[in-house]
Every structure is written in C-alpha cells, then in structure tokens.
C-alpha cells in the first residue's frame, strides 16, 4: 500500500509574518491560506492558551495536516473553504472583528511535490492544478476547451509570457491531434512554441503558462481583489492584515489595495478641503515590502520572490 505523503511546506517569511501579525494573548485571528500551519502553530503559541484561532484552507489535504499540527490547541477552529467566504465563515462562528489576519498566497510546496495533483513542470503526471479537489474542472479543462484567443490573453495576463501568442497557437494545434491530458504533452506543446536560443537562456519554458493556467483555474486573483476590502472591514481597530504574496499581479494588487484604503480620497488634487467623505481606514505598515533574508534564501530558494505586506486598522 503507497504511504500517504507528508504536507509538508516551509513558511516564508516566518519571523517577519508573525512579528508583523503583532499577536496578543485573548485575541481573535484568521489564517485565510492554512496550509500545512507554520505560520498558524506559531501564532497560536504566542496567543498564550486564550482567545480563538480560525484556520481556513480549500484544500483537504492541508486541513488534515494543519489538524494533526494544531490538536494541542483547543481554541483553533479548522475550516474547509476559499478564503472569500471568510465573512461568512466568521459570522457562523458568531465573530464580528479580528485581531489578525494572514494569507499566504501561491501554490504550498506539499501541492508542488504531490506529482499527481499536477501543479508541477517538472514530473509528469494528469493535467489537474485544482487547490480544492472538490471543484469539477480542472487544468487539462482550460488547455482543450479554452479558444486560441482565450488561451493567449490567459498566458500574457497572467503568465506575463512574451511568447504567449505562439504557446497558444501550439497549444490548439496539438489538442487538435488528440486532447492535451498530461503535463509533460503541455511542457512539449510550449516548449516548441519558444526559441531554442531563448529556451537555453532563461528558466523553465513552461513555468510562466503554468501559473497562469494555475491561477486561472483557481480564480487566485479574482478572489484577491474581491476579498481585500472585506478582510479590512474584519479587522478590530488595531488590527493587522499580513499579506505574502508570490509574484508582481498579486503583490500589484495587494499594494494598490493597500494605498487606496490608507488615502481613499477621490477628490481633485485642487481642492483645498476634501469633500467626497471618503476616511482612511488605516495605515499601511510596510512602505516597501519586507523581502526572504539571505539566510533564509539560502535554505528556501522558493522564498525567492516572496514579498510581505501590512496594513494596520485604524483605532
């Protein structure tokens, strides 16, 4: 019988994140993204044995983990959801405010390594990259129906490839002799879309269609954007929202978020007074983002690109 494989994932930015939650003993946090709860185990250690935790992750996998990692805390509670639904998972549990809360965007090391759940270029295996295996479709869905147009504004937007053009012309033309079901016959399709010269000059050919791909099956961004709003209107006056993102669609959302809740103002520079009535709703602690220490990029190469946030309710 194979043996179940271990969530395993190391926390990025683990210090600055947890520092930066500013976690006080009787408080209320969210984990928005658990994961295998690195983060999360250590901010339920510094919350002293009193008030609530929340752990949310739409992966079940993650939520078995997190569960085995947080059993010596009574107070966490573990949700299986998208963060989105985060509101409504909070009024349920009858909590109007938080503390903190934490998300830890992208794909968790355990999901890259599992071969068969697809996320990954590097091992062959079905075309899946569904965070919530519970969800119909899949990647492989994406790569046989999507049109050529579809598939080139995926790949530019949210793969930022500047090939994306070719991959999506190779891509149909592929399918069209049989349907494209594994990852190894996407990474074939995509890397005869891309010159050779370039291909030995620069990373993985297929790792930016891979994310897009990615982050389009799992609605990342949308849901991003949608949600950011509403997780500062959770928040307690003092409040804090930590923020690690992994790539510059994200990080670009999350900063502007940010800046448009700290100076929300949408009256004429001319003006000598405002008049629209918009009021900060708090303060953006990190000016620049925090970045990986050299020690820990030494350790963790897939902190590479990782950039933490944080913006503070006003009281």
Known sequence: ??????????????????????????????DGT??????AAEVCRRMCGKGRFIGIDQDGDAIAAAGERLQEFSFAKLVRSNYEAMPEVLKSLGIAKVDGILLDLGVSSYQLDTTERGFSYKTDAPLDMRMDKRMEKTAKDIVNSY???????MIRNYGED???????????????EAPIETTFQLVEAIKAAIPAKVRKNTGHPAKKTFQAIRIELNRELEVLEHTLDEM??????????CIITFHSLEDRIVKLKFRENEH????????PVCVCGRKS?????TRKPILPSKEELKFNSRSKSAKLRIFEKAI
């Open 1 to 30: 019988m194979e043996q179940k494989k271990e969530f395993r994932h190391v926390s990025v930015l683990f210090e600055e994140t947890v520092d930066g939650l500013s976690v006080k003993p009787g408080g209320i946090y969210v």
């Open 34 to 39: 658990l994961g295998g709860a690195g983060h």
């Open 147 to 153: 049109s050529e147009q579809e598939l080139y504004y």
């Open 162 to 176: 500047q090939f994306a053009k070719n991959i999506a012309k190779h891509i149909v033309r592929m399918r069209k």
């Open 232 to 241: 500062i209107s959770l928040l307690a006056p003092g409040g804090r929202l």
């Open 264 to 271: 929300p103002c949408i009256c004429p520079p001319e003006f």
């Open 281 to 285: 709703r708090g303060a953006v602690v």
